[in-house]
Antibody, heavy 119, light 110 residues
Framework: EVQLVQSGGGLIQPGESLRLSCAAS????????MSWVRQAPGKGLEWVSV???????YYGDPVKGRFTISRDNSKNTLYLQMSSLRAEDTAVYYC?????????????WGQGTLVTVSS | QSALTQPRSVSGSPGQSVAISCTGT?????????VSWYQQYPDKAPKLMIY???KRPSGVPDRFSGHKSGNTASLTISGLQAEDEADYYC??????????FGGGTKLTVL
């Protein structure tokens, strides 16, 4: 059974940094197409970032230059390093992965972790 | 990367069919076959319901179907059931390895 278990959310002040983790089991992170997707309170889904199986990474305009997606193959874990956080980054963040191939669909999702940016 | 346009809400009675539209541009929906649909219950993670415009993952009932014409994709749910009441989001490849979601549609089963 595939499980993506997230950690690292919380309350943080504007301008600070935070790292989210997504630990996988039954699923090899290094060979998968994986993304971070966020959802502001009461709002819709917003795509944040992707890492392909070959390691290439891409970002949505609102987070480009501030967020970094990465993975640790030895820990089978996906990360999202977030810096210069703003109030508008407040959201539940989900990690999500594709089962087969580098296609933009997500068969598996983490449970979500809430990030609140507020002073 | 503007969000794809979906109706805020749709409703239908049990047994009926409903369709949810998702309108984009030639840079996303119109120019891509990588269109997908997700179902989301409150406080839960989304679930993939349709991919490649009209394909269903294993385990998704055939009551769910997808279609695309020009810049508009649609999700049709036939034989509505109470358990179908949820939020639905479309998603499309938007070029340059980016994705864009729709604003979401709340389906109410009357």
């Amino acid at each position: 059974e595939v499980q993506l278990v997230q950690s690292g959310g919380g309350l943080i002040q504007p301008g600070e940094s935070l790292r989210l983790s997504c630990a996988a089991s039954g699923f090899i992170v290094r060979s998968k197409y994986m993304s971070w997707v966020r959802q502001a309170p009461g709002k819709g889904l917003e795509w944040v970032s992707v890492i392909y199986s070959d390691g290439s990474t891409y970002y949505g305009d609102p987070v480009k230059g501030r967020f970094t997606i990465s993975r640790d193959n030895s820990k089978n874990t996906l990360y999202l390093q977030m810096s210069s956080l703003r109030a508008e980054d407040t959201a539940v963040y989900y990690c999500a992965g594709r089962d087969v191939g580098d296609y933009p669909y997500f068969d598996f999702w983490g449970q979500g972790t809430l990030v609140t940016v507020s002073s | 990367q503007s969000a794809l346009t979906q109706p805020r809400s749709v409703s239908g009675s049990p047994g009926q069919s409903v369709a949810i539209s998702c309108t984009g541009t030639s840079s996303d929906v119109g120019g891509s076959n990588y269109v997908s649909w997700y179902q989301q219950y409150p406080d839960k993670a989304p679930k993939l319901m349709i991919y490649d415009v009209n394909k269903r993952p294993s385990g998704v009932p055939d009551r769910f179907s997808g279609h695309k014409s020009g810049n508009t994709a649609s999700l049709t749910i036939s034989g509505l059931q109470a358990e179908d009441e949820a939020d639905y989001y479309c998603c499309s490849n938007a070029g340059s390895h980016t994705l864009v979601f729709g604003g979401g549609t709340k389906l109410t089963v009357l």
